[in-house]
């Protein structure tokens, strides 16, 4: 793959990772004077790719499970999304990611997904690089430290009925999305460490279920009760399998 990649690129054209990864190295080969320590090998491209494929495939991919699961248990919220999207952004056209601001509820019900079934419930484990503390609590340099997100997302102190699945706690007075109404919402972690793909993700997931809702209603299959909300745990939180029907809405068919 990096061979074929580093044949097609030219230079000029960054189409994608790769390609930027080439680019980079190609201006440290050719920069006067060199610059020691900046060289990418193949290893280097070859792992980058490869952490972005491990972190950022399996998370996204389990999110949009969840959220189609949560859809199947409250229709009323999948109504709800439509019905913004219906006025919002209509049937005429695609949306698009600048459609944000104007649709949050939809924004909203990724954010409660993301909160009450974070992908990882433990973070990944951090080792303290000095003594420090933590509130009480003083943690020594060297000791490893494992964040449960599951208990801070789950936290009756902060989250009013927090077993409850309800978009509506990330809205204010006015309708729009809060991006965080309490700080222990980490579904992406935080500090130096913070999920790297964040940006990305939330793009990813916003325009994958802004097309779906806009052309399809998912519907729990008559013959099939409703899939349990339990997960698996193992390098994300995973859902149990289920089938989901998807049925083409009057209102897409009647427009196109
Ligand atoms: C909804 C999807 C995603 C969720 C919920 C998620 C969540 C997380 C979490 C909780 C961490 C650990 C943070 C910590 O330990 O403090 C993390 C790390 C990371 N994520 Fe994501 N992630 C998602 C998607 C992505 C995507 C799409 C990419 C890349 C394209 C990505 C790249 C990374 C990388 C590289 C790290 C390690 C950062 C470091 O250790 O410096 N993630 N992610």
């Given at each position: 793959m990096l061979w074929s990649c580093g044949e097609a690129f030219c230079g000029d054209t960054v189409r994608d990772l790769m390609d930027a990864l080439l680019k980079v190295r190609l201006s440290a080969e050719n920069s006067s004077p060199p610059a020691p320590g900046l060289e990418l090998t193949d290893d280097h491209l070859l792992m980058t790719v490869g952490d972005i494929f491990g972190a950022g495939v399996e998370t996204t991919t389990t999110v949009l499970k969840w959220t189609v699961l949560y859809l199947l248990h409250y229709p009323e919220v999948q109504r709800k999304i439509q019905e913004e999207m219906d006025q919002k952004i209509g049937l005429a056209r695609h949306p698009h990611l600048s459609d944000r601001p104007l649709l949050p509820y939809l924004e909203a019900t990724i954010s409660e997904v993301l909160r009450i079934r974070p992908v990882s419930p433990l973070l990944i484990p951090h080792v303290s690089l000095a003594d420090t503390s933590i509130g009480e609590y003083s943690i020594p340099k060297g000791a490893r430290v494992v964040i449960n997100l599951w208990s801070v997302h789950h936290d009756e102190k902060e989250w009013d009925r927090p077993e409850e699945f309800n978009p509506g706690r990330f809205l204010d007075?006015?309708?729009?999305?809060i991006h965080s109404p309490s700080p222990s919402y980490l579904p992406f972690g935080?500090?130096?460490?913070v999920c790297l793909g964040e940006v990305l993700a939330k793009m990813e997931l916003f325009l994958f279920l802004?097309?779906?809702?806009?052309?399809?209603?998912?519907?729990?299959?008559?013959?099939?009760?409703l899939p349990s909300l339990e997960g698996k745990f193992g390098v994300v939180l995973q859902v149990q399998k289920f089938k989901v029907k998807a049925r083409l809405r009057d209102a897409w068919r009647a427009a196109s």
């Open positions: 007075e006015r309708g729009q999305h935080a500090g130096i460490r802004a097309w779906v809702l806009q052309r399809f209603t998912l519907e729990c299959p008559q013959d099939q009760p």
